[in-house]
């Protein structure tokens, strides 16, 4: 089972600042990694998928990169919206698709 | 827009079988899609659980393989999750989700349902 490790494990930024959030995968996973958005009680939501493709509607502010084992998740002029939790997901190896164990972005 | 509802009963006893569905709107459960579970407990976070296709094939976490089956219901446009002799580790958030076939990710959830193991 690819472990994914996320960090930090909090972030504490202020509105107008860009935060930058690191996943790094066990082994290599190519550039198969997604990152999710979850707000609470609320489901995660998807921002990035392989590495570096914005889904539907993100905002361009939200940027990916990285590939192998590295990868980067960042976003600039951080908006009051943006402060959440952030996972990244390996699309790599089944069985299973794995999780990191979350960011928590929050308003300094 | 394909939407997901979760359904099913909020608390299961120990050793006891959890059961849940996943109503699709919006969209045919037969097509190109894989229909996953995923849940999100406090001590292990997000665990995909498995996943199956509209033709019956499916994909299991092996670290509960022994204990689940993931099942389709296309007359009813739904599909299910069973887990069988369940514990207090089982406590989470289920989620259902949409992978598109091709794709390694997970596109769309439902909201989640809260299934607590107590007696």
């Known amino acids: 089972e690819i472990v994914l490790t996320q960090s930090p494990a909090t972030l504490s930024l202020s509105p107008g600042e860009s935060a930058t959030l690191s996943c790094r995968a066990s082994?290599?996973?190519?550039?198969?990694l997604a990152w999710y958005q979850q707000k609470p009680g609320q489901a995660p939501r998807l921002l990035i998928y392989d590495a570096s493709t914005r889904a539907a509607g993100i905002p361009a502010r939200f940027s990916g990169s990285g590939s192998g084992t590295d990868f980067t998740l960042t976003i600039s002029n951080l908006e009051p919206e943006d402060f959440a939790v952030y996972y990244c997901?390996?699309?790599?190896?089944?069985?299973?698709?794995?999780f990191g164990q979350g960011t928590k972005l929050e308003i300094k | 827009q394909v939407q997901l509802q979760e359904s099913g009963p909020g608390l299961v006893e120990p050793s006891g079988t959890l059961s849940l569905t996943c109503a699709v709107s919006?969209?045919?459960?037969?097509?190109?899609?894989?229909w996953s579970w995923v849940r999100q407990s406090p001590g292990k976070g997000l665990e995909y659980i498995g996943e199956i296709y509209q033709s019956g094939s499916t994909n299991y976490n092996p670290s509960l393989k022994t204990r689940i089956i993931i099942s389709v219901d296309k007359s009813k446009n739904q599909f299910s999750l069973t887990m069988r002799s369940v514990t207090a580790a089982d406590t989470a958030v289920y989620y259902c989700?949409?992978?598109?076939?091709?794709?390694?990710?997970?596109?769309?959830w439902g909201q989640g349902t809260l299934v607590a193991v107590s007696s």
């Open positions: 082994q290599s996973i190519h550039n198969y």
């Open positions: 919006g969209g045919s459960i037969s097509s190109t899609n894989w």
């Open positions: 997901q390996q699309g790599s190896n089944w069985p299973p698709y794995t």
């Open positions: 989700a949409r992978r598109s076939w091709g794709r390694n990710y997970v596109e769309s």
